[in-house]
């Protein structure tokens, strides 16, 4: 079945600097692809998306750019902050498979933590 | 907005007792679920409903029900909770079944069963 593998973490970075967390998926047809963010003690954010491939989702300075040929979705920022602190989820939902409800597939998440 | 709107945030039961956790969305979305969250096992879908009166169940259904008697509410039931479901609990909503819709989530149940 569909499924995401996300590096393990936890990651630590000093602030400012450059900040990459691997994601993979495996799916039958041609899902699309997310990044959530969790901050301690809330629910989960929706950060950025990408629908098809070579599309590339933005939001915060965060980008990730949607490799078919690779099946991945790496997340990555230029310049980390304190407040970017978080536990990142990658997901996928692919509705276009026969039989698919449009759920969502989580990775089990890194957690990030950075520090001044 | 409220958007997704979870009740309550933190409630402890004993072994055995049953609860409802309750979720309500004000965007009118068809397409409503549960997850919950355990260490190291990210999210994982429980229930699902993809509009008023049809639900289905999820990867990790067991020992869980819900309804959909409207589009704004999908309650979650723990008939006779055990401590294998203490976790949290996040449900979420969508316009539709559409790959690519944004899913909202709320922002959780922290359940404890002793």
């Known amino acids: 079945g569909d499924s995401v593998t996300q590096m393990e973490g936890p990651v630590t970075l000093s602030e400012e600097a450059f900040l990459t967390i691997n994601c993979t998926y495996t799916a039958t047809g041609y899902p699309s692809l997310f990044w959530y963010v969790q901050y301690p003690g ?15 989702g933005s939001n915060k300075g965060f980008e990730a750019t949607y490799r078919k040929e690779t099946t991945s979705f790496h997340l990555e ?11 990142y989820f990658c997901a996928l939902s692919d509705l276009r498979v026969e039989g698919s409800q449009g759920n969502l597939i989580f990775g089990k998440g890194t957690k ?5 | 907005n409220a958007g997704v709107t979870q009740t309550p945030k933190f409630q402890v039961l ?21 997850y919950r969250q355990d260490p190291g096992m990210g999210l994982r879908l429980i229930h ?29 039931r723990l ?7 203490t976790s949290v609990y996040f449900c979420a909503s969508s316009r539709d079944r559409l790959s690519g819709n944004t899913i909202y989530f709320g922002e959780g149940s922290w359940l404890t069963v002793v």
């Open chain 1, 42 to 56: 809330e629910g989960l954010q929706l950060l950025l998306k990408a629908t098809k491939a070579d599309d590339k």
């Open chain 1, 77 to 87: 920022k230029g310049s980390v902050q304190v407040s970017d602190s978080a536990v």
């Open chain 1, 112 to 116: 990030l933590s950075v520090k001044p």
């Open chain 2, 14 to 34: 004993k072994t055995g007792q049953s609860m409802t956790l309750q979720c309500a969305q004000d965007m009118n979305h068809e397409y409503m679920s549960w």
């Open chain 2, 48 to 76: 699902y409903s993809v509009g008023a009166g049809i639900t289905d169940q999820g990867e990790v259904p067991n020992g869980y029900n819900v309804s959909r008697s409207t589009t704004e509410d999908f309650p979650l």
């Open chain 2, 79 to 85: 008939l006779s909770a055990a401590p294998s479901q």
